[in-house]
C-alpha cells in the first residue's frame, strides 16, 4: 500500500516548455487535491477532483490544467511554464470531500 | 475572501516547554477545522476537528475548535525536538484552504 505517489520528484523546464506532473493514489479515494506550496505562503489549492469524471478549480488555477484520468489518476498539467510556477507540488486524496486529505512527497519545480 | 490566519508564524522553545499554537479562519460553507505536521516532505495529518468545544488528543497533542469564534488552538506539552516542524491548519469547505503556517523549533 503505496498511499499517494507522485513522479517525477525534481524538474527543471525553462520558461514556455510544457510538462505534467503525475499523481496516483491507491487508497480508493473518491476526491484528490493538487496543491503548490511557496515559501511564507502555505499550500495553495490549484484544482481538484470530488470524484472521477469532475474537476474544479481551486485558489490558483490559472497556467494550469488537470486530467482525472481515473479513479486512481490525476495528473496536473503546465502548457507553457513560466518562473513564477518554480514551486513544490503536493498531490493529495480523501476518502471524500471535507476530510482528512493524504499527502503525496511532492514534486520540486524549477523553472528557468 | 475565505483566509485562515495562523499565529505566531514562528516560535523557538525549549525541550520541556508548552506550546500553543493558534488558527483562526473565515470560510463560507466550513465543515471542519485539520491540523497537519511538516516536517521535511509532505504535511501529515493530526487532527480534524468538525464540533465546538470538543478536546481531541493524541499523546502530548490536543486541539479544540471555537466555532463561534472561528478559532482552534494545538497545544503540545512536554516539547520534544523531533517536534520542530511546520504546523499547517486548514479550513474544509468544499476545498481545502491552509494557513501559512507556524514554524516550531525546540531546542535541546
Known amino acids: 500500500n503505496a498511499g499517494v505517489t507522485q513522479t517525477p520528484k525534481f524538474q527543471v523546464l525553462k520558461t514556455g516548455q510544457s510538462m505534467t506532473l503525475q499523481c496516483a493514489q491507491d487508497?480508493?479515494?473518491?476526491?484528490m487535491y493538487w496543491y503548490r506550496q511557496d515559501p511564507g505562503m502555505g499550500l495553495r489549492l490549484i484544482y481538484y477532483s470530488a470524484s472521477e469524471g469532475t474537476t474544479d478549480k481551486g485558489e490558483v488555477p490559472n497556467g494550469y490544467n488537470v486530467s482525472r484520468l481515473n479513479k486512481r489518476e490525476f495528473s496536473l498539467r503546465l502548457e507553457s511554464a513560466a518562473p513564477s510556477q518554480t514551486s513544490v507540488y503536493f498531490c493529495?486524496?480523501?476518502?471524500?470531500?471535507?476530510?482528512?486529505?493524504?499527502f503525496g512527497p511532492g514534486t520540486r519545480l524549477l523553472v528557468l | 475572501e475565505d483566509k485562515v490566519v495562523q499565529s505566531p508564524l514562528s516560535l523557538v522553545v525549549h525541550e520541556g516547554d508548552t506550546v500553543t499554537l493558534n488558527c483562526s479562519y473565515e470560510v463560507t460553507n466550513f465543515r471542519s477545522l485539520l491540523w497537519y505536521k511538516q516536517e521535511k516532505k509532505a504535511p501529515t495529518f493530526l487532527f480534524m476537528l468538525?464540533?465546538?468545544?470538543i478536546e481531541k488528543k493524541s499523546g502530548r497533542l490536543s486541539s479544540i475548535l471555537d466555532k463561534k469564534e472561528l478559532f482552534s488552538i494545538l497545544n503540545i506539552t512536554a516539547t520534544q525536538t523531533g517536534d520542530s516542524a511546520v504546523y499547517l491548519c486548514a479550513a474544509n469547505n468544499n476545498d481545502m484552504r491552509f494557513g501559512a503556517g507556524t514554524r516550531l523549533t525546540v531546542k535541546p
Open positions: 493529495a486524496s480523501s476518502e471524500h470531500g471535507g476530510e482528512t486529505q493524504y
Open positions: 468538525t464540533s465546538s468545544g
Open positions: 487508497m480508493n479515494h473518491n476526491s
